[in-house]
């Protein structure tokens, strides 16, 4: 009698239960066991345009170095620039103290004037020997005349000719006198050159535009000529070389593509940073290949007018071959998975099926989909942890960064 009692009271609790639930589902209430839809954040698959690119690790290199040095010995009176300051060519950079080597200009210049006067004085000599050569001349015609007819004696004819040929040698040696005081003048003239180039090199100026680096001498200190140490380094920032290797396995690509248009670009990058900091061109393939490492070295140009790139920094270099048509989607929707990489896509009736892809080339933070997904299709982007195929969502805005 007691179990039938219990049993009974077992199916009446069964039947108020089912009618409770049937009751909740009539009112419209989900019911209490029912999943609730995950929140996720989505994105869309794309197809566009874009870049075929090599990418590698670069290091900006100045375009040019000069090392400032000093070409004579002499005490520095004045420095006419900060060290680190932008430097047009033909700036005055240094000053050596002028004076020992105008006092050795004057010199030669005083040297100079005295085999001036020295060639002044040849020819002098010159003119009245010959002078006096064309008045021997005239007698010695007129005493040949005389002692042929026997109205002189040959003894007076005979001292007539060798005055004659006195005079002759006597030219001769003026002649020989003008051109070794001319030959001197030149030297002379050579050395006055060479002490105005002394002078010059006391006023060291820029040789090109760019930024000076570190000073190393001060006013008061010697310096010597062609010294081991420059006193300071130009280096020229605009333009700037970004220099960088990539595998010889893409040479014949970076060929082809060069060739077709002429010049590639070449996009430089902060390290691990999206946006882009200067653009450039390729405009230096080496000529041989690293044996050691198997890359090949390039160097890109960039104009760097707004000096965004420095010499020595490293950067992340990217270098566009061509363009295509592509589906992209964000990199973060890509999920790793046992079977392979798989993503999280939205169907329209908003559960989501995972689907397998095959990724290709990263672009910052979007990802090229080789297979996999068609454009206009969606893909969870964010909350993929909670989710399992056939979940249904709840999509949400992202969380502004």
């Given at each position: 009698?007691?179990?039938?009692?219990?049993?009974?009271?077992?199916?009446?609790?069964?039947?108020?239960?089912?009618?409770?639930?049937?009751?909740?589902?009539?009112?419209?209430?989900?019911?209490?066991?029912?999943?609730?839809?995950?929140?996720?954040?989505?994105?869309?698959?794309?197809?566009?345009?874009?870049?075929?690119?090599?990418?590698?690790?670069?290091?900006?290199?100045?375009?040019?170095?000069?090392?400032?040095?000093?070409?004579?010995?002499?005490?520095?009176?004045?420095?006419?620039?900060?060290?680190?300051?932008?430097?047009?060519?033909?700036?005055?950079?240094?000053?050596?103290?002028?004076?020992?080597?105008?006092?050795?200009?004057?010199?030669?210049?005083?040297?100079?004037?005295?085999?001036?006067?020295?060639?002044?004085?040849?020819?002098?000599?010159l003119e009245r020997d010959l002078a006096q050569l064309e008045n021997a001349k005239v007698q010695e015609r007129r005493y040949r005349d005389l002692v042929e007819r026997e109205l002189i004696a040959r003894e007076q004819y005979d001292q007539l000719r060798t005055n004659w040929a006195t005079l002759e040698a006597t030219v001769q040696a003026d002649r020989a006198a003008v051109e070794n005081t001319r030959a001197a003048t030149r030297a002379a003239m050579a050395n006055v050159d060479a002490a105005k180039l002394q002078v010059g090199y006391t006023a060291i100026r820029a040789p090109i535009d760019g930024r000076t680096g570190n000073l190393l001498v001060q006013n008061g200190n010697i310096v010597k000529a062609n010294d081991d140490n420059p006193i300071v380094i130009i280096n020229q920032v605009r333009p700037i070389y970004v220099s960088f290797a990539v595998s010889d396995q893409h040479l014949t690509d970076i060929k082809k593509y060069y060739r077709a248009a002429g010049a590639l670009r070449?996009?430089?990058?902060?390290?691990?940073?999206?946006?882009?900091?200067?653009?450039?061109?390729?405009?230096?393939?080496?000529?041989?290949?690293?044996?050691?490492?198997?890359?090949?070295?390039?160097?890109?140009?960039?104009?760097?007018?707004?000096?965004?790139?420095?010499?020595?920094?490293?950067?992340?270099?990217?270098?566009?071959?061509?363009?295509r048509t592509a589906i992209v989607v964000p990199s973060q929707a890509i999920q790793p998975g046992q079977q392979g990489l798989y993503v999280y896509v939205v169907k329209p009736d908003q559960t989501v099926e995972s689907r397998l892809v095959v990724p290709g080339m990263r672009l910052r933070g979007e990802t090229i989909i080789e297979q996999g997904l068609r454009a206009a299709e969606r893909v969870v982007t964010d909350g993929q942890l909670r989710l399992v195929p056939g979940a249904r969502i709840e999509i949400r805005q992202p969380k502004a960064s």
């Open positions: 009698m007691i179990a039938r009692l219990v049993g009974a009271a077992a199916w009446a609790l069964a039947g108020a239960l089912v009618l409770a639930g049937c009751s909740d589902n009539a009112a419209g209430k989900p019911s209490r066991s029912a999943t609730p839809a995950v929140p996720v954040t989505v994105g869309d698959a794309v197809e566009k345009s874009v870049p075929v690119q090599l990418t590698a690790v670069g290091n900006a290199q100045a375009y040019t170095t000069v090392g400032i040095k000093s070409q004579v010995n002499g005490q520095i009176t004045q420095v006419h620039f900060q060290e680190g300051q932008d430097v047009r060519r033909n700036d005055l950079l240094f000053t050596i103290d002028p004076r020992p080597f105008e006092a050795a200009l004057r010199q030669t210049e005083s040297a100079l004037l005295q085999r001036q006067a020295e060639v002044q004085q040849a020819q002098a000599n070449v996009v430089a990058r902060l390290p691990r940073q999206p946006e882009i900091l200067a653009t450039g061109e390729l405009t230096f393939v080496n000529n041989a290949v690293d044996q050691t490492t198997a890359t090949i070295q390039l160097k890109a140009t960039f104009p760097n007018t707004d000096n965004a790139l420095w010499p020595g920094q490293f950067l992340d270099v990217s270098l566009v071959l061509t363009t």
